[in-house]
């Protein structure tokens, strides 16, 4: 079985910018959460998608969106991109996520790093 | 505030040492945990654990939760290099990660 995948792996953009973020989870898993991890902050949740619904959401200004296709592929968009935005993106996926009550491990993707100069 | 605690943050030993991670969990609704390892890219699950003084063991590592203090600990035996890495252990859902404890094992 395929892993998750997540394109592009590495991007540069400048500050004003906008992004998008792919991730294609585990075949059968319907729940891809995103995650932001810099060195100052660790790794932060972004928001979690089910079934093309947005089910949770972390501490993100707005210009942090996402979606999730019927395929249950998502994209995150970054938009008005700053230098604070320089991280490593990471997308994880699951069969049900949070919604077993955090009780099934989720697996994550290679991430996508992202440099804002 | 929810919230997830690690300690050490940071932790030096030779091979061969014995070391033990700790997560305390501030959170509401708390149900099970996981801890993974990240070495440079992506985490990759260790353990899950649900119920409360059941040691999970996986060669060299083991686990324990304590459901009543909200409490874990990671223990890695013999160490090797190969152990070097952050270690995280998300609560809350997978929704609230610690600082993470960065372990670095000298040959």
């Known amino acids: 079985k395929a892993g998750v995948t997540q394109t592009p792996r590495y991007l540069i953009k400048t500050r004003g910018q906008q992004v998008t973020l792919s991730c294609s989870p585990i075949s059968g898993h319907r729940s891809v959460s995103w995650y932001q991890q810099t060195p100052g902050q660790g790794l932060q949740f972004l928001f979690e998608?089910?079934?093309?619904?947005?089910?949770n959401k972390g501490n993100f200004p707005g210009r942090f969106s996402g979606r999730q296709f019927s395929n249950s592929r998502s994209e995150m968009n970054v938009s008005t991109l700053e230098l604070g935005d320089s991280a490593l993106y990471l997308c994880?996926?699951?069969?049900?996520?949070?919604?077993?009550?955090?009780?099934?491990?989720?697996?994550f993707g290679p991430g996508t790093r992202l440099l804002v100069l | 505030e929810d919230k997830v605690v690690q300690s050490p943050l940071s932790l030096v030993v030779h091979e061969g040492d014995t070391v033990t991670l700790n997560c305390s969990y501030e959170v509401t609704n708390f149900r099970s945990l996981l801890w993974y390892k990240q070495e440079k890219k992506a985490p990759t699950f260790l353990f899950m654990l649900t119920s409360s003084g059941i040691e999970k063991k996986s060669g060299r590592l083991s686990s324990i939760l304590d459901k009543k203090e909200l409490f874990s600990i990671l223990n890695i035996t013999a160490t090797q290099t190969g152990d070097s890495a952050i270690y995280l252990c998300?609560?809350?859902?997978?929704?609230?990660f610690g600082a993470g404890t960065r372990l670095f094992v000298k040959a």
């Open positions: 998300p609560g809350r859902f997978k929704t609230i």
């Open positions: 998608y089910f079934s093309e619904t947005q089910r």
């Open positions: 994880a996926s699951s069969f049900r996520g949070s919604g077993t009550l955090g009780q099934e491990t989720q697996y």
